[in-house]
Nanobody, 125 residues
Framework: VQLQASGGGLVQPGGSLRLSCAAS????????TGWFSQFPGKEREFVAV????????YFADSVKGRFTLSRDNAKNTVYLQMNNLKPEDTAVYYC???????????????????WGQGTQVTVSS
């Protein structure tokens, strides 16, 4: 499985971006896709997760109400819509997939098996 994350860029505070995570290789109807962010010198942080099985999502408190997830199963792509962006959202965003993560472990990167290369999001005026 290979993951390609894209869609990052420079945006002003209050702006929006949509990140994409496209998966190639083996496709699974039970795969879970997580998004994580990492600022240089800081630990990786959980952002959001999409459980394909059950079609449920959940988000870190810091992004609730601003970020949403959607999925195009035909394209094996998960999208992270980021609205009302804040300077503190600046980071490299990574997507990752797993078939073994569950709700209680979805925020932990160690439970994901495949990772994309990351896409830079910069929020600045």
């Amino acid at each position: 499985v290979q993951l390609q994350a894209s869609g990052g860029g420079l945006v002003q505070p209050g702006g929006s971006l949509r990140l994409s995570c496209a998966a190639s290789g083996r496709s699974s109807r039970t795969v879970t896709t997580g998004w994580f962010s990492q600022f240089p010198g800081k630990e990786r942080e959980f952002v959001a997760v999409d459980f394909r099985r059950g079609s449920t999502t959940y988000f870190a408190d810091s992004v609730k109400g601003r970020f949403t997830l959607s999925r195009d199963n035909a394209k094996n792509t998960v999208y992270l819509q980021m609205n009302n962006l804040k300077p503190e959202d600046t980071a490299v965003y990574y997507c990752a997939t797993s078939e073994r993560v569950i709700y209680s472990t979805a925020h932990r990167g160690a439970f994901y098996d495949y990772w994309g290369q990351g896409t830079q999001v910069t929020v600045s005026s």
